[in-house]
């Protein structure tokens, strides 16, 4: 089969289809037995690290890291999204999971499809269509899981994500009303809008990647011929389309000097939210500062009931940053 036959296929699994009900590519059936393996990985400051795998309703086996807050009771549940490349093992991941398990959280951090396989996490294909979908599907099977643990509030469900895990969380508030508050880091509209801007540069939030797009690819990473079929093929699954939809309390942070993710890109992210989301700004580039973490913990107090960092866990992060 040709690439171009492929990617037109790929149109077919991420458009969605005029039934009965409406649905979207990330409604999957949940019917599928959930298959969990949980296994103790380490202990990180008296917080229990599991290797935790389950099926995934798109085929194959989902895998990532559970944190287990210490202390007895139900808890909030905290996803944690990774960058790309990355995965669930990263430091800055896992550092962003220990610091939410030690504010009180039942936290997971799921490896994106990408993390599971050989290979770069963007290959211009229609697998990177097949790939975003699935994660979306794979957490919302881990909310899922998450809600049905004893230890947890099925009421108090957040979200945070870093850089790709960013970008995908704007996607993930937007169709799982289940998310009561988020906090979207360096994040942008989506691997479209991550590669391209709108000819018109007045244009902004959802329309920044409709109609003439100014891309920002050499020749060789994605041929011109491909180009816009394989916009076609991201544009319906963009979280810039969705993240207006979300009915939770979100933050947004991003950095001024931000190479990979450039503020006009960022606020064309923020201009697609819901009117009411929070937006802040750090003397920074890709990389936030320590405090920015912090910044995102405070902002999960409320609707969480997440315990405000103090000063043990001020000289915990510190120590944790400066290694």
Do not use: K
Not at 33 to 54: K, M, W, Y
Not at 92 to 97: I, K, L
């Amino acid at each position: 089969m040709s690439r171009m036959t492929r990617l037109v296929l790929a149109l077919a699994l991420v458009v969605p289809v005029p039934v009965l009900r409406a649905q979207t590519p990330f409604d999957q059936p949940r019917s599928v037995p959930l298959a969990l393996s949980d296994s103790v990985q380490e202990t990180i400051d008296r917080i229990a690290v599991h290797r935790v795998g389950f099926a995934s309703p798109s085929g194959g086996r989902a895998t990532g890291l559970l944190f287990l807050p210490t202390g007895p009771g139900r808890h909030p549940a905290v996803l944690v999204g990774h960058g790309a490349p990355g995965s669930a093992a990263g430091f800055a991941t896992m550092t962003t999971a220990l610091a939410m398990a030690r504010s009180g959280a039942v936290t997971f951090a799921l490896d994106a499809p990408h993390a599971r396989r050989e290979g770069p996490p963007i290959r211009f294909t229609v697998e990177d269509s097949i790939e975003q979908v699935q994660l979306a599907v794979d957490w919302r099977r881990a909310i899922d899981w998450l809600q049905s643990r004893p230890d947890v509030d099925p009421e108090r469900i957040g979200y945070i994500g870093n850089s790709y895990g960013g970008a995908q969380g704007a996607l993930l508030v937007g169709i799982d009303p289940r998310i009561v508050a988020a906090v979207l880091r360096v994040g942008d509209g989506g691997f479209l809008a991550h590669f391209t801007d709108p000819c018109d540069s007045a244009v902004t939030a959802t329309r920044s990647i409709d109609g003439c797009l100014r891309w920002d690819l050499d020749e060789a990473m994605l041929p011109t011929a491909d180009r816009d079929t394989w916009a076609a093929m991201m544009r319906p699954i963009e979280p810039i389309r969705f993240v207006g939809r979300s009915r939770a309390q979100l933050l947004f942070q991003n950095g001024h000097d931000d190479p990979l993710v450039p503020p006009r890109r960022a606020e064309r992210l923020h201009a697609a939210a819901p009117s009411g989301a929070t937006v802040r700004w750090y003397a920074s580039g890709h990389r936030l500062p320590p405090e920015a973490l912090i910044d995102g913990i405070r902002f999960l107090v409320e609707p969480l009931g997440l315990a405000p960092p103090d000063a043990a866990f001020d000289r915990w992060l510190e120590s944790r940053t400066t290694r």
